[in-house]
């Protein structure tokens, strides 16, 4: 599970261990027989250190791109929600478009997002009202005049890119990372601490206070590529503060007797 007592609880038993893997290291190992080979464990942990932390720092670019484009996501489809439910002003009947929309949205907040905290692909109410809005937008037919003809043409362009918006963020809830890249990412850390426990120096504390730092620096971030590659669970996860706020102006806009908003 994704939360910060238990990254916090891993991380610090990660370092527990590290620490007791250099008492038991020193006790078995002499560490002036280590010494011996510090000049070349020492090159080889820098030539290693320096590939895992380009692989680390690109993993962690990679989850936070799907982060990111996560978030851009849900904020681009509450915009074009807020488009749609003013273009619906100016069209024949499209109060009743407005008052779908508004249901969307907060089903959106209350629904949806859940869902995709538990990884599922939304929820299924709101799909329900997603569809509905469509059925609702297909029996407006301005006639007539261009004003109202214009404003349905732009709508229409409006409703098909939330729909796209809607899609992508639904199939952006994972950053899939595959499992090789963890098995090496995993692999990689559990290296680097084998290195520090490699290297021989006379001063025992100071060995178990790099090694415990490496240990737990490694691991805690490890964590959170874990964290990252869920854009919509855990404490670090993308909000639907867009949806709320656009929620927020459709309350501020309409009239308690036109929408549905208590």
């Known amino acids: 599970m994704d939360e910060p007592l238990y990254r916090n609880l891993i991380s610090v038993c990660v370092m527990l261990l590290a620490a007791g893997a250099v008492l038991l290291v020193r006790r078995k190992v002499d560490p002036a027989k280590l010494r011996e080979n510090n000049e070349f464990t020492g090159f080889t942990w820098t030539f290693v250190g320096l590939v895992y932390g380009v692989y680390l720092a690109f993993m962690v ?3 936070w791109e ?3 484009h996560a978030d851009t996501t849900a904020t681009s489809e509450a915009t074009h929600l ?5 273009d619906a002003q100016m069209i024949p009947g499209g109060d009743r478009l407005q008052k779908q929309l508004v249901l969307y949205a907060r089903s ?5 997002w859940p869902a995709m905290a538990r990884g599922e692909l939304g929820s299924a109410q709101t799909n329900v009202i997603y569809e509905d809005l469509w059925r609702t937008f297909y029996s407006l037919r ?14 229409l362009r409006h409703l098909n890119d939330l729909g796209m918006e809607r899609r992508m963020r639904l199939l952006s809830g994972s950053a899939d990372l595959p499992l090789p890249m963890w ?5 990689g850390g559990i290296g680097m601490v084998g290195f520090a426990l490699a ?9 178990i206070m ?3 730092f490496v240990a737990g620096f490694l691991s805690y971030s490890i964590l959170m590529v874990h964290a990252l590659e869920e854009p919509f669970s855990g404490d670090i996860h993308v909000k639907p503060d867009a949806f709320q706020s656009v929620i927020d102006t459709f309350e501020h806009r309409a009239a308690p007797s036109q929408l549905p908003l208590k």
């Open 61 to 63: 670019i990679v989850v």
């Open 66 to 68: 799907n982060f990111d």
């Open 82 to 86: 807020s488009s749609l439910w003013r």
């Open 108 to 112: 959106v907040v209350a629904d949806d």
């Open 142 to 155: 301005p006639e007539g005049d261009p004003v109202h003809q214009a404003f349905y043409q732009e709508a």
């Open 183 to 187: 098995l090496l990412l995993i692999a």
């Open 199 to 207: 290297i021989g120096t006379p001063h025992r504390r100071l060995q």
């Open 210 to 212: 790099l090694t415990v």
